[in-house]
């Protein structure tokens, strides 16, 4: 579990922008991965977690896809399984696959926090160019966690495609606002 654990933190400062030397945090990112998957045996959780990352910094989608539907096998009740299956299914463009996927974890975990799993949903909900379904997702993402710029980002996207500029704005405006100097 260290390892997977170890290398989403690697992923973040990569993602994120926080490390001086990002390809460097990349690799470290991408080979803490592939040692949680080597030491991981039938761990749900650090294969969960390693799939998560590699998918993220662009290995084998398909490959991660297997990996994430090992971690479900072996422990269908899995929560965090399920959320992270919905982003790599995002990621592979299988987006009624991810709101599925999305929709089991926020069940089986009804009291986590629900941000993050409502802007992915908004996202998928997105690319399927269903906007009203992907802003009311969204803005309960804002609601959950009112400092996740994903949500925003998408939600001001979500307002310009419908037309709706003003509130595209006003989103921009609350964006800035909690990420100043971004």
């Given at each position: 579990?260290?390892?997977?654990?170890?290398?989403?933190?690697?992923?973040?400062?990569?993602?994120?922008?926080?490390?001086?030397?990002?390809?460097?945090?990349?690799?470290?990112?991408?080979?803490?991965?592939?040692?949680?998957?080597?030491?991981?045996?039938?761990?749900?959780?650090?294969?969960?977690?390693?799939?998560?990352?590699?998918?993220?910094?662009?290995?084998?989608?398909?490959?991660?896809?297997?990996?994430?539907?090992?971690?479900?096998?072996?422990?269908?009740?899995?929560?965090?399984?399920?959320?992270?299956?919905?982003?790599?299914?995002?990621?592979?463009?299988?987006?009624?696959?991810?709101?599925?996927?999305?929709?089991?974890?926020?069940?089986?975990?009804?009291?986590e926090?629900?941000?993050?799993?409502?802007?992915?949903?908004?996202?998928?909900?997105?690319?399927?160019?269903?906007?009203?379904?992907?802003?009311?997702?969204?803005?309960?993402?804002?609601?959950?966690?009112?400092?996740?710029?994903?949500?925003?980002?998408?939600?001001?996207?979500?307002?310009?495609?419908m037309?709706?500029?003003?509130?595209?704005?006003a989103t921009?405006?609350?964006?800035?606002?909690?990420?100043?100097?971004?």
């Amino acid at each position: 579990p260290a390892l997977s654990l170890a290398a989403i933190c690697h992923m973040h400062l990569f993602m994120n922008g926080w490390a001086e030397a990002s390809e460097t945090i990349r690799r470290q990112a991408v080979d803490l991965a592939r040692q949680a998957l080597e030491a991981a045996e039938d761990d749900p959780r650090v294969l969960a977690n390693a799939a998560f990352v590699l998918a993220q910094m662009g290995e084998d989608i398909g490959a991660m896809i297997g990996v994430v539907d090992r971690a479900l096998a072996l422990n269908p009740s899995f929560a965090r399984g399920w959320f992270l299956s919905g982003i790599i299914r995002r990621f592979a463009g299988q987006n009624d696959l991810a709101i599925e996927h999305l929709e089991t974890s926020l069940r089986l975990s009804p009291r986590e926090s629900m941000g993050q799993p409502l802007c992915t949903l908004g996202m998928a909900y997105f690319l399927k160019r269903q906007f009203d379904e992907a802003s009311a997702k969204l803005l309960l993402s804002i609601q959950d966690n009112s400092g996740f710029p994903p949500a925003y980002r998408w939600l001001a996207a979500c307002y310009a495609h419908m037309g709706r500029l003003d509130e595209a704005h006003a989103t921009v405006a609350k964006l800035r606002a909690i990420t100043p100097g971004a």
